[in-house]
């Protein structure tokens, strides 16, 4: 018996020893701009409505977001989705503590209130029409109102792809329905409704408050990126796009979650269109 | 509350009538366990945050059978965690069944087990199946162990199974783990080393996990400051087979003590390191003095990216680690300490830890008639030094490279934990007894708990002794922890009054009276009784638990709050 142990251990560890897998880099292949593999259905430029961007800069400990947040569903009630919102929980006052341990900031968020130097909030910029960026609750509708409807620039059609495995595939299209000087970007935000954390109401700690439009992130850069490489697309031309994310490793719920698009002019920020698309739809 | 009465009714029915003599002879057969009940009836706190739960009766039961027949035993334990106690739920270790069997046999020469097993190799750095009821860990192996021993002093072990997760089945893993060590023990293989005093002992292991890669990762990467993009990391690039190998040495000369083990792991790309590439790497040293009256002891931890998990994409705490990176800070039982427990880093983590004892003789001027015992202790963490790779920068993420590099003995910038502690005993007479402690704690919130700064408080704790008479004592333990920081100054109070061999009654309050937000001001107070008759405990206790953390060894998990009336009963035979 002993005369047979000591091969079969020098066996096993030669077994083991080969159970080790070297790779060789590179490890990752870096996609810049995934290849659409959808089909969009035919345009009819007459059912294109010309749909808003609201962000709402907001904060957990911030006393008068809640008034912001309402004032936000109302302007929802009367616009529908042609409004599409996105909250943003920037400054101070979105920072986490014990009392409020959930962090609901997001990069992008942060650095788009650095830049539009959004220092007290509620604040609401319209459109990225805003001059000075920002504005109080009681001013939004009157904003809303201010943006020629009429004026269609372009259409953006969005169909998201999402597995099981927590990849979702953003597919998007824009055609452009009349000319523009200026080079286009698209950014691609993700949104989460119904997120349950404590926020401050006045002098009252609401335990259980309901987050809505919570910007959770961006999926290309915040200020997204050059559609075509250039930017540059002629009136009548269509653009597709298609960028891949995962949502491995956050807590954000895809169920509650939406792929908001951003079309907006890369000089003076004006969004020339938006949409909005569920992520498990 | 009459669901409360039945369980409470039958438990103690079933621990009373249970045979009173430790184990049971059947010829050369033997049959041998152990029942553990815990069970709370909660009771919901808004103040507190204990929420109301739906089902208000929990408990966690389990039962161990054990038989031995000469070098034969086999086992097995029924686990009953349907509906566990909350913390246990909030783990996911929910479910019921035997969850952990085995048959043995053994004799000189050879050790081989079938079935489920716990096993450490060295100071597990390497592999460490282990079961640590309280934090609702049970690392077993699934699968079969051999132990030779081919010469007095050499021991070779060899372990191939897949790892315990909670009450998942094992049907379908596509993980497992292999592993062999070796230990030699040179006193034992030549007496003339021990005859002269020497210690010197030297073991190696190496364990391997197979985790199959069936997928492509998709990563987020940044290749421009405010562009982020898809990167994907191929299956064929996901290694399956990742090994850690460990080495180590004991070395000892009278009161002298050297222990040193050294661990690498290869490639392991997983989701606690970001994916990244780099190879894991562990030190652990230590080193005791001791003669009568005074003992020093020294030791000294080095982890880099030695997370090692049967499955790449399991972060939950303390679930599928194969291996165990300790945690050498001394370990209080001060009440209003534990929420400031250390839990070992085992991705990145620097530090070192020492311990002083001396006690001043008996009958001396300062001594006292029966002495006194001094002890100080200090400990300093920090996270690792690390520097981005080239690569790293470039595509804005550490995930799908080798990450970062780091020297190898230079703390980062993070200090993660700091004990500054003195601690000073003595017997008064031969009815008191004084313990005295002081404590000042350093403890980084943000990467020990997620939550926001630094935590910086100061422990002052007294724990009296008072034999009344005998068979009767009382111990009062007073402490008051001093901080500005997180939920800010506690104090604590326990009183506790023991009739041995079978009563112990206690009353306990904390009071957070200088937690920032004045309405959490709040007191949690405990009372307890215990019966004790030979090996049966049975314990009922009632009050508000705060909500924190419990940390044994390093190893923590998250306690909610609670309130309630709890019944924990135990007995083995």
Redesign the interface.
Known sequence: MKKIIFPIIILSVIILFTACDRVEGPYVVINDQDEVTVDFPDLDPTTVFRKVLIEEYTGHRCPNCPNGHEKLEELLTRFGDTLIPVCIHATSLAAPTVEFPDDLRAEAGLELATDWQIDGIPAGVINRADEPMGSIPARWLSKVNAVDRTDIPAAIQLINQYNENGLLKVNAKVTMLESHDSPLRLSLFIVEDGIVSPQINGTETIENYVHNHVLRGSINGTYGQLLNGTGELSAGESCLYAKSFSFVGTNWKPEHCSVVAILYDKNNYNVLQVERCPVTR | MKRLLQLILTCAIVAACWPAQAQHQLGSSRISGDFGFNGMYYMPDSLIGADPVDSKVRANAFLNLLYSNGGFSAGMRYEFYQFPLIDFEKLNYKGQGIRYFFADYKND??QVTAGNFYEQFGNGLSLRAYEERQLGIDNSLLGARIK?T?YKGIC?T?VWGVERLNFDSYVGRKDFV???DGDFNFGEIFPKITEKGFILHVGGS?V?K?DKAD?D????????P?????????KD???????VWATRASFGYKGFRLDAEFAQK??D?N?TNDFI?RKGNALFLSATYSMKGFGVAASFIRADNMDFRSQR?MKTNSLLFINNIPAINRQYSYHLLGDYSYASQPNSQIGAQLQVNYQIPKKSKIGGKYGTDLTFNYSRFHNIDKVWTP?AIA?GTM????GYTSNFFKFGPDLLYQDIGFEIHRRLTKKWELTLAYNYITYNLELLK???GIMRGHLVAADVLWKVAPKHSLRLEAQHFYTKD??GSSIYGLLEYAISPHWFFSVSDEWNYGNP?KDHKLHYYNIAAAYVWRTTRIALNFGKTKEGILCIGGVCRAVPASYGVGLSITTSF
């Open positions: 020469f050879i030779v081919p070779l060899g292999r592993g062999v190496f391997s197979f997928e990762m998709v990563i987020t990467v940044h290749p421009e405010d562009i982020s993009s898809s990167g994907i990391i191929t690039k996901l290694p399956q087979n990742t090994p290869m490639q790309p989701v590439y994409m690569e595509i995930s799908g490279t080798e997620g939550h926001e997180d939920d937000d």
